[in-house]
Structure formats: structure tokens, C-alpha cells
């Protein structure tokens, strides 16, 4: 019996030796580790998934040929990004918003409609819920679900930029940020650049058809007006037979991101303006304008909108059930 008990012996404390090893790993990436996916510990058990986007030089826009194209989606230009950085993996979703602002969606719409700042939605100056026809007094009038799970939503970009901050100032505290490097919203460059995952396509599945309101290609990777209405249970918004659809349950990208086409708009850095063409490396986008970016598409959008180029333009303070925001962590100095 003596040689069964040795090798029971050596066998558990392997299996305690590994084990620790794992844990001892565990410890070690507690900190963001350049070519590492990286998760943002936030309040409680809630964690914030980020992929890691290394440097490189891509095609940016759509070529004239592009089925659905726009014209400021062009001239094209070739764009390097000299400095890696990593991308969150879905959008900001309602529990991770939970976790770090203190609110409930519900308590961010309700206080959204109280606001009585006269905002500049790009040269009209109004109250924020007479720009957008919302009534006080009925926050669930434009309310669809309120899950955790989904993307947040009724974000500005003001909103988007001010989690940023704050989740900067946190890590700062603890000390866990690379040095040069906060949170903050992409530029539209690093946001196409990690939408395309390598590919010069309309979309990173392929080349985009169109049949109506549906696209076969999108179906496993977007959520958007052709099937966001397929088996969708809660409160609809409007006609539209859904409303925001869960984050995270749609197939990845090459690079491990999710949701990039598709799903909710997402805030850009930079101010919406035309493309330079040409050559250009770290592009900062426009430092001044009317409006500010955001891509991809949302859950009510047509096929055409979630394709890799696709770009529009929305005043800074305004907030809908149709646009939230992907946070990066970059190196800014």
C-alpha cells in the first residue's frame, strides 16, 4: 500500500502546487499588462471587460464602390496608430453605469428630465428634454428595460466622458493605470481601427447585403432593426417592436469585441468633421465643431449603419434610448 499512498501524495500536492500557481497569476494581473485582456474591477463583484488593441496601420473610411456608402465616409486614408490600447468589450452597460455612478437607469432618466440647463445643441440653445420632446412627468413614456445587462442608454457625451474621469481618478488611487494612460472615449480612428479587427470589408463578417431590412451577415454579430424585434420580451419604444437588446450576446470580432456594429451608438472623442485623406498617424479628429462622432449603428438602425465606416454626427448634450458609449483606456502623453 506504501507506493498507492506516494503516489496520492504527489499527485495532490502537484494539483496544490498548480492551483497556487493560478492564484499567484490571479495577483500578478491586477493591473492592466500591455498585450493582456484586462477587466476593470468596479463596486462589489461587478467587473468591466477590456480587450487589448495592438498598434498598427489600417485603411480608414469606405471606398465609392461600397455598397451603402456616404460620402463623408471618404477620401480614404491610411492611418497608423503607433500606441496600443485596449477597448472595452461590449458597451458600458446599466449595471456597470450602477456600479460606478451611483444610479439606477431610471434615477439618470428622471433627473435628466428635471434638468433645467439651457443647453447648445449645436447652435440651438434649449432645455435638454424640450430639445428631444420628452415629457417630464413621464420618465416610463421613454423607457424600454432596465436590466443590467443592457447597454446604457440616455447617455451624453458629456455623461460618457464624466465616467470616464471618474473611473480614471479611482484607478489612479490604487494605483493600477500604466503610466500616460486614463480612460477615455476612442477617437473615431481607434474606434474603426478596433471595429475592423483587420479587415478592409463593410462589415468584419464580410461584404454587406442588404434585402430589405435584414442582412444575413449582421444577424450573428449585431443587434439592429432586422432582428432586434425577434423574441424580445419588456416595454417597446414606439413602433419599433423592441428596444436595447443585452450586450455581450452577440458573436466577437477577430480582436474578442463585441457589439461594435450594432446595438447602441457609440460616443467618439472627436468632434464630427470631414476626412484629410492621405497619410496620418495618431489622427486626433476635429478639434472643433457642432457635433461629436459616434458609429456603429444601434438596435433601430438599418443594416447600412453598422457598417465599419458608417459615422454620424450628434450634439454633445443629447441623450436618446438609441445611443451609450465604449470606453478605452489609451495613453494620452
Not at 492621405?278 to 462622432?293: A, E, H, M, N, S
Amino acid at each position: 500500500m506504501r507506493p498507492y499512498i506516494t503516489i496520492r501524495i504527489v499527485f495532490f500536492a502537484t494539483i496544490i502546487l498548480i492551483g497556487g500557481s493560478a492564484r499567484s497569476q490571479k495577483q500578478v494581473d491586477k493591473k492592466p499588462i500591455t498585450g493582456k485582456p484586462w477587466k476593470v474591477p468596479l463596486q462589489g463583484k461587478t467587473m468591466l471587460p477590456m480587450e487589448w488593441v495592438a498598434p498598427g496601420t489600417f485603411i480608414m473610411g469606405s471606398p465609392a464602390t461600397e455598397a451603402g456608402r456616404k460620402p463623408d465616409e471618404g477620401p480614404q486614408m491610411e492611418v497608423t496608430l503607433s500606441k496600443g490600447y485596449w477597448m472595452g468589450k461590449t458597451e458600458v452597460t446599466v449595471g456597470q453605469w450602477k456600479a460606478l455612478m451611483g444610479e439606477s437607469l431610471r434615477e439618470h432618466v428622471i433627473k435628466m428630465l428635471n434638468d433645467e440647463t439651457v443647453y447648445d445643441f449645436g447652435g440651438t440653445k434649449k432645455i435638454l428634454r424640450e430639445f428631444m420632446n420628452f415629457d417630464k412627468n413621464d420618465p416610463g413614456k421613454i423607457m424600454a428595460n432596465e436590466a443590467d445587462s443592457l447597454p446604457m442608454y440616455f447617455v451624453s457625451w458629456d455623461d460618457a466622458m464624466e465616467f470616464c474621469k471618474k473611473l480614471t481618478a479611482l484607478e489612479k488611487e490604487k494605483k493600477q493605470l500604466p503610466e500616460g494612460y486614463e480612460y477615455i472615449l476612442p477617437t473615431e480612428a481607434q474606434w474603426e481601427y478596433a471595429c475592423r479587427a483587420g479587415t478592409s470589408t463593410s462589415v468584419f463578417t464580410g461584404q454587406l447585403v442588404v434585402q430589405g431590412k435584414n442582412a444575413p451577415l449582421l444577424d450573428d454579430v449585431a443587434w439592429y432593426v432586422g432582428n432586434s424585434g425577434i423574441n424580445y420580451q419588456g416595454k417597446k419604444l414606439g413602433n419599433s417592436g423592441a428596444g436595447p437588446r443585452n450586450a455581450g450576446e452577440k458573436k466577437p470580432n477577430a480582436w474578442g469585441l463585441q457589439d461594435m456594429p450594432g446595438g447602441i451608438w457609440e460616443w467618439c472623442r472627436d468632434w464630427y468633421g470631414p476626412y484629410s485623406g492621405g497619410k496620418i498617424t495618431d489622427p486626433p479628429g476635429q478639434l472643433t465643431g457642432k457635433g461629436r462622432v459616434n458609429r456603429g449603428g444601434s438596435w433601430g438602425s438599418g443594416a447600412n449603419d453598422s457598417r465599419s465606416a458608417n459615422r454620424a454626427s450628434n450634439p454633445q448634450p443629447e441623450k436618446s434610448a438609441y445611443r451609450g458609449f465604449r470606453i478605452a483606456l489609451c495613453r494620452v502623453q
